[in-house]
């Protein structure tokens, strides 16, 4: 499987920028489901959230090992 790095590699050092999540909208939600859909959003936002926040250690440390790893330089991760 290959691997790719969807930022510069000091983006994913630097670590500290937040991301923020913009809410999705459901125009199709009725009135009775307007507690359930804020709940189903909040939970969906946070569960975006983690999944950024996993893919963003998962890059950190492919960026880590090509720096340790003789001849891996991000020249050749970005070709395969």
Not at 10 to 39: C, F, M, N, W
Request: glycine residues 4%; aromatic residues 4%; charged residues 30%.
């Amino acid at each position: 499987g290959q691997f790719f790095v969807m930022m510069s590699p000091q983006e994913v050092l630097q670590g500290g920028a937040q991301r923020s999540i913009a809410p999705r909208a459901h125009p199709y939600s009725s009135k009775s489901e307007a507690p359930r859909a804020t709940r189903d959003e909040k939970r969906r936002a946070q569960h975006n959230e983690v999944e950024r926040r996993r893919r963003d250690k998962i890059n950190n440390w492919i960026v880590q090992l090509s720096k340790i790893i003789p001849d891996c330089s991000m020249e050749n991760t970005k070709s395969g």
